[in-house]
């Protein structure tokens, strides 16, 4: 197994050590493994797309722009 090295702010590190009963080694590999199999299952749906960058940045902006339109009434 290899080790990783984090720099975390430090009054995170004091909120976590009031629960030291707590493997966080355990509990940062677990965030990693379910980031990993949620990119996976990007990477299985978005493989056979027709959606470019681009056409994905401009139907972003298009949705900002209406969600703003919407939440400023």
């Keep these: 197994m290899v080790n990783m090295t984090l720099s975390i702010p430090e009054d995170?590190?004091?909120?976590?050590?009031a629960h030291s009963?707590?493997?966080?080694s355990d509990v940062a590999r677990q965030a990693f493994e379910?980031?990993?199999?949620?990119?996976?299952w990007m990477d299985?749906?978005?493989k056979n797309s027709?959606?470019?960058?681009?056409?994905?940045?401009?139907?972003?902006?298009k949705?900002?722009?209406n969600m703003r339109q919407?939440?400023?009434k």
Excluded: N
């Design 50 to 61: 027709k959606i470019t960058e681009e056409d994905a940045e401009q139907i972003g902006h």
């Design 44 to 46: 299985e749906v978005l």
């Design 21 to 24: 009963e707590l493997k966080w």
């Design 12 to 17: 995170l590190y004091k909120e976590m050590m």
């Design 63 to 65: 949705v900002k722009a």
């Design 70 to 72: 919407r939440f400023s």
């Design 34 to 40: 379910k980031k990993v199999k949620e990119l996976h």
